[in-house]
């Protein structure tokens, strides 16, 4: 890696010098090039043409022959000038952009970590997923990517990238990924649910028709989901009516428990509505996404696959190392006991697990 910035510092050298040098030689012919020095001097020959045929009187000639000759100096002095100091500005502009890149190498061998071999992706993702709790969604997402790879035919592991998506600013990757789930279990009501909040999320507002479709898809599949139920009362209300929205709301209300956030929202936008008659100007916001809930997602994941595939050391520290993490001490301690029972005779493979759980950390 050191050898590569030498070589890239020699070459931002080169190439600086280069342009600067060759800049310089550019404004060097102009200014040599400059006609104004020729225009005074034609003009002195011209004064003494027109004086030598009589033209020009001897009073007039003095006069003008002085004028063109000052302009003549002046200008001369003025070219003599800039020369001298172009070069010396040429000088230090080529030695400024020689030095720059050299003293940038310089801070990044004191400063920098030269010899760190770089990470690869696949190495990161195995980082993340070894402790996701401290992952944003992007890299939440990133693994969750992997997880999905892993279990093709699961929707699950599908609807938790979904909502890493979304909660990541991608509402058009979340809903491409919730169909697929639905390829899977279409009768799952709260993935209509969650299809449908992500369309009115992309379009703006609860109203588009793909989003009305999925609501009532979800509905009809579980009358009792909350979402879907909110999303119809929501779209009688932009429709015109409002009284069959707000019952709608209100059926709803009586629904959820007293504990429930979401219920105190509803009566708020339920009070507006009858107080105007319009819904509230904002939407209602995607709730933020559950970290423990992706991260026992995966473990759970982890834990099935541990139960059909159990000759996998490294899994099974993995799987200790989580449950640590999620706080969950009984089951974090049956693992452990799983593990030593199944590696008691393979030292080998439980140091495996050992390091596995240690580098997990």
């Known amino acids: 890696m050191i050898v590569f910035w030498v070589a890239a510092a020699l070459l931002s050298v080169a190439v600086a010098v280069l342009i600067v040098s060759r800049a310089q030689r550019a404004a060097d012919r102009l200014a040599a090039e400059d006609p104004t020095l020729a225009v005074y001097r034609r003009q002195l020959a011209e004064i003494d043409d027109l004086a030598a045929r009589g033209l020009l009187p001897q009073a007039e000639q003095r006069s003008a022959r002085t004028e063109a000759s000052r302009r003549l100096l002046a200008a001369a002095e003025t070219e003599a000038a800039p020369a001298g100091a172009s070069r010396r500005n040429r000088t230090l502009v080529i030695a400024l952009a020689a030095a720059a890149p050299l003293a940038a190498l310089a801070l990044y061998i004191v400063v920098g970590s030269p010899g760190m071999a770089d990470l690869p992706f696949a190495q990161r993702l195995k980082v993340w997923r070894a402790d996701p709790s401290r992952l944003d969604p992007e890299r939440m997402a990133a693994v969750l990517h992997q997880v999905v790879a892993e279990h093709p035919g699961d929707p699950t592991p599908l609807v938790y990238l979904a909502r890493a998506e979304v909660a990541a600013g991608d509402p058009a990757s979340a809903e491409q990924d919730l169909r697929r789930a639905l390829v899977l279990d279409p009768k799952r009501p709260e ?84 107080k105007t008659g319009v819904l509230p100007s904002s939407q209602p916001q995607q709730p933020p996404i559950d970290q423990q809930a992706l991260i026992r997602a995966m473990v759970a994941q982890l834990a099935g696959q541990l139960q059909t595939q159990p000759d996998n050391p490294q899994g099974w520290g993995r799987l200790i190392r989580s449950y640590g993490v999620l706080g969950d001490e009984p089951r974090r301690q049956a693992a452990l006991a799983r593990a030593q029972a199944l590696f008691k005779d393979h030292p080998d493979a439980w140091k495996q697990v050992e390091d596995a759980e240690a580098n997990a950390e």
């Open 191 to 274: 993935l209509w649910a969650l299809l449908g909040e992500t369309l009115a999320m992309q379009a703006g507002d609860a109203a588009s028709p793909a989003a009305r479709a999925a609501f009532q898809h979800a509905s009809d599949l579980d009358p009792s989901q909350p979402g879907p139920r909110y999303y119809i009362g929501r779209d009688q209300i932009a429709g015109g009516d409002v009284q069959g929205g707000l019952a709608t709301w209100k059926a709803l209300d009586a629904r959820l428990a007293a504990a429930d956030p979401r219920r105190a929202v509803l009566e708020r936008q339920m009070a507006m509505v009858e």
